[in-house]
Structures are given as structure tokens and as C-alpha cells.
């Protein structure tokens, strides 16, 4: 009986004769019994290289098999040339065959596969009546290879999707160059360096060692010891591995503990936005192989990922600071004793996550103890940045003001007209403040242009109205305003506020505002308290009715003259009692 080509490949099948279908089969086909004996072999597998290959790869595994006889018994004087599989076939396919033959009804699998020489077989198992197993070998080499491809192409984009999402991780430069030699040595190389830009005349270096933390310094080099180095800090494609000698690469490029000498190197630039990010060295030992070409592909691949997330890196380093710089402008300053007057203040903008808004304070210190110090509250109409971006405007137009500043409503008159002939569309109310110490007492000259009265808590808790009020700074084409004027005694504070706070919205039904009562009946609880505390009270006491919902900014700030301590003459003075009048 002649197998036919739908005859089963599965060894549980051992019913099935395969006749002498296999003498002329194209693919190579062992017989070999139940004790592993190879008992014959057709043309094709008399053709296969021996086993393991080396230099005598070439020699065919069965010169001495002659020709089958009968349905693949052995030849008629019982010889066996082939000897045992373990000798002659593949380990694989022997381990394979005594699988089979130990249990020739269990369960089938996937084939085995392996190498015979340079090509890659998958064996498909079919026993006889009588007990032998008929292995037919599939050349798989090309399937086998295009699996490998795919594999390695699944790994290497699951590398380069964990290295984007790495790096990216972090703003910070050192730490993203961390990162970056870090997976290079893990994935690409035994070791890696990573040069940064230069800062002066030394390259930051971030050398790593597979299995090892990564070791960050600075070093004065020439990029050119190192071929194709020079070429990739500037962005050049780099040089292939083959081109760059192991034994000239000098002593600073490799990490501390590598071992083993160089076998081959690479080195790739790291592309940024427009301007290079830098250059990183793959070393591979002297033990290991060489880099291939595909190799080298993939490493510019991940070069390009590193240089991508640490050009993003550097561009927000560098915006931080330039915003943080500009922010120094933006942000209330912090405010302490002058001249014998105590000044606090306090801000909260309108969206936690900002740090500037539309209102602002500043305190611009007399020349000396006899002049007087200006102190300035405003509120621009907006919020968030653009709202800041004028206020900044104003303060610096304030700050070059200040020789006038004797006179209030100059002082408004001009800027006024610098903000109507401005691009802004704005408008801003303002409260000045002029604060002189005399003796044990603070004297106050106080202008509202359009912004809500100061209020001064006395001694004794007695809230009162500053008598000043004036028109908008920016909507009209004059200011008018009246100025009030008004002393301290010792432990009395005048508390400038923005309306942030009267209309803070919340409450127990979250729809109700905060009022300038409520604001009132807090302040009478703070009288002789200091203008820190007072501060602090205010902005506590609002916050806490906030609701959820949004809110304006809310700036304050408090005028206080000590309970005690020196005049601007140096002589000491007692606490006294507060006089009970009004604001002049």
C-alpha cells in the first residue's frame, strides 16, 4: 500500500503504511525503528549536511546508505551505517523520535523544528504497523526567517515604545539623559555614553553600564579623538560601525567597571528640534558580537526618540526659566518692615494652578525715615495672564512715577493716559497709599480710583471707612478721586483688600457672596492684632465660604504701626491707647 498525500503526520495514527511513497519524496525522510535505529533514508536526506555543521559541513550525513530496500527495511545483511540518531541525526530530531517512540498515541503538537546546517526543518512524525517511525523533513528556513523578522520588528518597536514613553516622562534634562544611556545599554549595547551639548568647555556625560546605575559628570574633551563624535554633536548622519576602531576610542568615553575590552562601537546623533541634542556611543565588548546592519538601523531609531525627548527637555528647561524670570516681576513681593511701619500682604489667583492674576500690590520704600513710602493696590478688570501682563505694565509704570508720587492725582492723571494710548482695552482700579512714620504713629494719605475704601480696624476693634474715592484708571480720559488722610497709634492697621474677596461666592447654598459686612464683622474680632494676622484671617475666612465654583483673584494688604518699638528719630516708645475719632 502507497501512502498518499493526505496520509496523516500524526504518530497516534499507526495504522497507516507508508509504503515506499517516501524513496522518492522531494523532501528528506528518515526511517528509523522503535530502539532509534536509523534504518534508511532517501536521496534527499542522504543529501543533508552533517551534524553538528563545521568545516566538514558539506559531507553528506549518509554517504554509506545505499539505496532503500524493500519498504525501508534494513539492507539484507542487517547493517546499519547510519548508526543511532544520536549519532548522526540532529539532537533535536533524535530527543523528538524517542518522544515518539516511548508514546506513540499522545497527544500532538506543534512539530519539532531545528537546524540541519544552515536551514531550518520542521519534522512530521508517521509510524508503521510493524512500530517504525517515518520522520518527513519541510525546509521552514524562509517561514522561520520571516518569524524571526517579525519578532525582532515587535521587540524593537516595543523598545521604541518604551523608550518614547520614558523619556517623555520627565521635563528634566539630567534626568531624561539618565534615561536615555540607561535604555541604550539595556537594549542596544553592554554600555553607552551619552554627550550632551557643550556648557562652556565641558560636555556633561552620562555614562551607563548594563546592570550598573548610571554615572553623570562633566568633562573638557575633543569630540574629535572619537570618529564621527565632532559630527554628530553638530548633527551629521553618523559613520558607519565599521569605519570607527576599537582600540582608538580614548579613555573618557568608556564607563567605569566595563570590562573586556571594545569590540565595536557606534556613534549616532541625537536630533533635536532644529538644533542637535547631542551625540550617543554604543559600545559592545570584545566577547560579543558586532554590531549588524540592522543593528545600527535601530540604533539610529532610538537615537532619534532620545534626541526628540531631550530636545524637549532642554526647550521646557529653558521656558521655565525665561517664564520664571519674567514671573519674578509678575508675583507680589514680599513684604516686611519699613522705616518703622509693618507691612503685610497676601494673594490668591483666581485658578489655583496659576500664580499671577489681575491683582497686584507693591510697597516702593522712601529714600529715608522722613519720606514717605508709597504702597499700591490694584485690580485689573480679567484674570489669569493677560489680566497680568497689564498689571505688570502698571506697576512698571508706577515704579518710574515715583518722583511724583508726593501727588496723587498726578500720579493717576498719567497713568491714565499711558494706559488709554496703550493696545490694551483694559481698565484698572487703583488705591495709593502714602505711609510716613511720626513718632509712635503712622500717617496715611489714601486715594481710591475706583477701587473700594480702605478700612481701618482700631485698637479697640472699631472698623472704619476710609473717606476717599475716585473713577476707574484706563476707561475714561481724566481721573478724578479724592484723597483722604488719617493716622495709626501703635497696634492699629489700614487694610487695603480687592473686591476678590467681598464677592467670594459660597456659603452654605454655595450662591451667596461673602459682603463687605461679613468682611467687617471679621475685622472687628482683629483689633490690636498684627497686619499679618489680619491678612491671614481675611483670606482664611474667604477661602473657607468659597464654594466650588470660580472666583476672582483676591490681594490684600495691611498697614500696621507696631504696638511698640523705635521711631524714625531712634527713640523708644510705649504702647498707647488708640484715639477713638474718625478718618479725616
Known sequence: MVSSHGSSLDPRDAGVSVGTAWVDA????????????????????RALPAHPPGPRAARPCFPAVPAPHGNGTPTPDGAHPCGPPRDRLPRWLADAHARVARDPHGPAGDPP????????????????????????LF????????????????????????????????????????????????????????????????????????GAPVVQSAHQMDPRAVP??????????????????????????????????????????????????GALILLRSATHQGFTPGEEVFARLFAARAGAALSAARLYSEQAAITATLMRDLLPPRLSQVHGVEYAGGYRPAQDHERVGGDFYDVHPAPGPAGETLVVLGDVAGKGLDAAVLTGKIRNTLQALLPLAGDHGQVLDLLNGALLTSHHTRFATLVLASVRRHEDRVRLRLTSAGHLPPLIVRADGTVEEAATQGTLVGALPAVTARTAETELAPGETCLLYTDG?????????????FGEHRLRKALTECGGMPGEAIVERVQMLAGQWLAAGAHDDMAAVAISAPRSGRPADGRTTTPTEPPGGTVD
Open 139 to 210: 525546509d521552514g528556513t524562509d517561514r522561520h526567517r520571516a518569524e524571526s523578522a517579525l519578532r525582532g520588528a515587535e521587540e524593537r518597536t516595543a523598545v521604541l515604545a518604551e523608550v518614547s514613553g520614558t523619556l517623555l516622562s520627565s521635563l528634566n534634562v539630567a534626568r531624561c539623559s539618565e534615561l536615555a544611556a540607561g535604555l541604550a545599554a539595556e537594549h542596544l549595547a553592554d554600555a553607552a555614553v551619552l554627550i550632551a551639548p557643550p556648557q562652556g568647555r565641558r560636555y556633561p556625560l552620562s555614562h551607563a553600564r548594563r
Open 228 to 277: 564621527g563624535l565632532a559630527e554628530a554633536l553638530q548633527g551629521f548622519p553618523p559613520v558607519p560601525a565599521r569605519w570607527i576602531d576599537p582600540a582608538a576610542i580614548p579613555a573618557w568615553v568608556v564607563p567605569p567597571g566595563f570590562t573586556g575590552g571594545i569590540g565595536s562601537v557606534i556613534v549616532a546623533p541625537l536630533p533635536g528640534h532644529g538644533v542637535p541634542a
Open 501 to 513: 474677596i467681598t464677592e467670594a461666592r459660597g456659603g452654605p447654598l454655595g450662591d451667596e457672596l
Open 26 to 45: 522531494p523532501c528528506p525522510v528518515f526511517v528509523v525503528d522503535r530502539d532509534g535505529t536509523v534504518l534508511d533514508a532517501n536521496r534527499a536526506a
Open 113 to 136: 523544528t531545528g537546524p540541519i546546517g544552515d536551514r531550518i526543518y520542521a519534522a512530521h512524525p508517521t509510524t508503521t504497523p510493524d512500530g517504525h517511525v517515518t520522520w518527513w
